[in-house]
């Protein structure tokens, strides 16, 4: 197990850590210097140099890594990335409830759950970490950065255990409300079974006919809002894009979908049209204390884009 980082967290993030190895592929006498191991180790758009100049490589102890320093194997180092630069996303992240082991929020469409890719600062986890003063929280489950709603949080590691066990065992019961175009001949209510795939490296996922079934949906129309429907979604897993999929399966594809049915160029900036979809709902038995849980979004249907604008306060939770 590797030791302890040295480096306090920076804006939410850890530092990254990496190792050196005890043998050097195709040289018998490996890399002189720590330096020289850096340069090879990181790729060429990091400034090596520039870094170990301001000392922001460290070792276990703190100390900061000099370019000259000899090679030391199996020695842990270091670091905070440079951070890319995004564009603001627009909306208030919604505290909905919070206690010593949750915090419920309730997030706008186009925000991160996590810090990735492009997409680092502009994330729920580093938001709030720095804003709640929460180091360790981490999301229990997935929100694509496109939905928006409720998202479940863990206060501290110690919490993740009962509540992720919770969501694999379906014990968290979730609804969420969609926008879409309405249709006279589809029987509702359904439920949608079928196998979803997402491969690598592609934007869609994708329905496999006759395979074993890994994704289900109850379906109902609730109602319609400037006419199209608003449908209740009741998942009973949890597979990416399962919802948009089963809705575009049933001829009813979701409001502003950027995926579906056609992939659409969408700039990371653009803001204007958020997916009509919305984490409504969220219910559980709490187990650590037994209580019965249910929270509820603060935003509706139609979504319109937010452009900063404060959107009401937290409905009342259990």
């Not at 194997?73 to 905070?80: A, I, Y």
């Not at 997402?198 to 319609?224: D, F, H, I, Y």
């Not at 653009?270 to 209580?291: K, N």
């Amino acid at each position: 197990m590797p030791p302890r980082s040295p480096l306090p967290s920076r804006h939410g993030l850890d530092a990254a850590r990496i190792c050196t190895p005890n043998k050097v592929r195709g040289r018998a006498d490996g890399w002189a210097t720590m330096g020289a191991w850096l340069r090879h180790r990181l790729p060429e758009h990091v400034d090596v140099a520039a870094m170990l100049d301001a000392g922001r490589f460290v070792d276990a102890d703190g100390r900061a890594v000099r370019d000259g320093d000899p090679y030391v194997p199996q020695s842990f180092v270091w670091f905070h990335r440079d951070l890319p630069a995004e564009a603001d996303v627009p909306g208030e992240v919604v505290v909905v409830h919070r206690d010593e082991r949750l915090v419920v929020v309730d997030k706008p469409a186009f925000l991160a759950t996590i810090p990735r890719g492009r997409h680092v600062m502009q994330s729920v986890v580093v938001r709030l970490r720095a804003e709640l003063g929460l180091p360790e929280l981490s999301p229990l489950h997935r929100l694509d950065r496109v939905t928006s709603g409720l998202l479940m949080l863990a206060t501290e590691q110690r919490w993740r255990g009962p509540y992720q066990t919770a969501f694999e065992r379906r014990a968290v019961t979730k609804t969420y409300r969609a926008l879409a175009p309405l249709r006279e001949d589809l029987e509702l209510p359904v439920v949608v079974r079928n196998h979803i795939r997402k491969q690598n490296g592609s934007w869609q996922a994708e329905v496999v006919p006759g395979a074993r079934v890994n994704a289900e949906t109850l379906v109902e129309l609730e109602g319609e809002a400037g006419g199209h429907g608003v449908y209740r979604l009741s998942p009973r897993t949890g597979r990416t894009h399962q919802l948009r999929l089963h809705l575009w399966g049933l001829g009813v594809p979701i409001v502003d979908d950027p995926l579906y049915p056609v992939v659409k160029d969408v700039p990371t900036d653009d803001f204007r049209h958020p997916l009509q979809l919305l984490a409504a709902e969220v219910a559980f038995t709490d187990p650590v204390d037994g209580r019965e849980r249910r929270f509820r979004s603060v935003r509706s249907l139609p979504l319109a884009p937010e452009g900063g604008v404060r959107v009401g306060q937290p409905t009342a939770a259990t």
